[in-house]
Every structure is written in C-alpha cells, then in structure tokens.
C-alpha cells in the first residue's frame, strides 16, 4: 500500500500539485491577516493573543472549511481520471493490484493531502499573524488542524462519488466542487432556520459547528449563544463523517471497477 501510494504522489508531483497546496494555504491568512492589522480592528481586542485566535478561528473556520473541499475535489478529479485518460486499465489488470487497492490508496492520498492543506493553513496563518499578534496555544491549534483536515476530507467524500459518477470533463468537476462549497457555506449562514437533524447530516456544516464547540472548550473566543444547541460532540461528528466516509468509499469502489470493465 505505501508503495501505492508513492507511486500516486509521483504522478502528482510531475503536475506539481503538492506545491500549489501548500501555496494555496495562503490565499487566506494574507488577505485576513492585512485587515487585521488595521486600527479599528486592533482597537477591538485587549491583548495580541486574543487578535491570534480570532484570526485563527477566521482562517480555520471559512478558509479551510471554503478552499478544501474543492481542493480534495480538484484532486480526486485528478487522481481517478489518470487511468481514463491514459487508457491504463487494461495494464494495471497485468500487475497484480486490485481495483480496491487502487481505489484504497487514492482515498488515502486524498486524506494525506486534507492534512497537508489544513496544517499549511495553520503555519500560514501562525507565521503571518505573529506579525501583529501573539501566537500561543500552538499544540492545540496543530493537532486540531489535524484532526478538521480529516474530518473535512471525510466530508467531502460525498462530493468524490459524484464525480467519479459523472467522469465528465475536468471544467464541469471543478464547477461540481465550487458548487458543493459554496452550497455548504450558504447552509452555515443557515443555521438559525436550519432543524437540527438537518445540521447533523450536512458534513461540512457538521464539522464548522463542532470545531467551533471544540475552540470554545479550549478557551478561544466564540459566540455560540444560539447554536448552542446545535453544537455536536466529537464522537457524534466522527460517527458520522465516518459512516459517510465508509458508504462513499464502498460506492466509489463500485464505480471504479464498473469503469474498468
């Protein structure tokens, strides 16, 4: 399997893709770090630490949460078109890996990247916002990135089954993922309406009200009055990107061989 998945990462280096997410991770943290540092956002917080973790939940909560699914989609677009476009099915069925197996690695290249991303955006935003502001609770803030790059990943699995349903061109894939980013940011903005039941399986959203919980239990400053309610526990998020995460991989499976025969 880790041979596999170095074989992947070769295919994408020659495209240069790892490079352009970790540069990616910085179309955030610039832009939100230099509103920062105006006065009349400086004037609203008593110490540099709390201008941190304000930039912190900010690039985390909308940058991440906005730019990785369609990074992930982007990739996985990437990554399961190579062997239609190369016509290379017929040769991977002479060498004795399964379509599972390669199915397998590309979900985990998917979820290496998740993490990449999410980490790239963390050190972003830790090298651009202790210009003016001071860093602190570093630990946390890595190991949390962490763990929403994989949950973000897991929910954007969904998005992957469709477009290894479609294998339509490269353009109509990246409008799919634009599309399932900005429909998960327009149901975040709706969180007020929105039943609960509703939140809980919409795995984008999901994962925004948990790691807002999860900063707010580690002493960051949210506002969280009115969706208190609708905050989930980390067993509840997991359970259920999870068994998303699971179903999706099955359906991609089923595609994928479908496609090969």
């Known amino acids: 399997m880790l041979k596999l998945i170095q074989c992947e990462f070769w295919k994408l280096k020659r ?12 179309l955030f943290p610039l832009p939100v770090t230099a509103v920062a540092m105006t006065p009349s956002i400086m004037g609203r917080y008593d110490t540099k630490a709390e201008i941190f973790d304000t930039l912190f ?24 078109f190579m062997e239609r476009d190369n016509d290379t099915f017929k040769s991977l069925r002479t060498i004795p890996v399964t379509s599972t197996q390669m199915v397998l690695t590309k979900i985990a290249v998917l979820f290496l990247m998740g993490i990449l991303f999410s980490l790239a955006s963390t050190f972003a ?17 890595l190991l949390s990135s962490v763990v929403l790059g994989i949950f973000i990943t897991a929910g954007t699995l969904p998005l992957v089954v469709l477009v290894v349903f479609f294998s339509r061109t490269y353009i109509f894939s990246i409008l799919l993922c634009v599309f399932y980013s900005v429909l998960s940011l327009t149901l975040e903005g709706l969180y007020g309406v929105l039943p609960k039941s509703l939140c809980s399986l919409c795995p984008i959203p999901l994962t925004n009200l948990w790691f807002a919980g999860n900063m707010a239990d580690h002493g ?17 998020t997991a359970a259920t990107l999870g068994v998303m995460a699971v179903l999706s991989v099955l359906l991609i499976d089923r595609l994928y061989k479908r496609r090969g025969e």
């Open 15 to 26: 495209k240069r893709f790892v490079l352009l997410v970790v540069l990616a991770a910085f």
């Open 57 to 80: 939940s900010f690039i985390m909560g909308y940058g991440v949460l906005l730019l990785l699914p369609c990074v992930i989609g982007v990739l996985a677009t990437m990554l399961f």
């Open 125 to 141: 935003t830790i090298l651009c916002g202790s210009v003016v502001a001071e860093a602190g609770g570093l630990a946390y803030k």
């Open 220 to 236: 960051i400053s949210m506002n969280l009055t009115e969706l208190a309610h609708l905050i989930p526990s980390t067993f509840q």
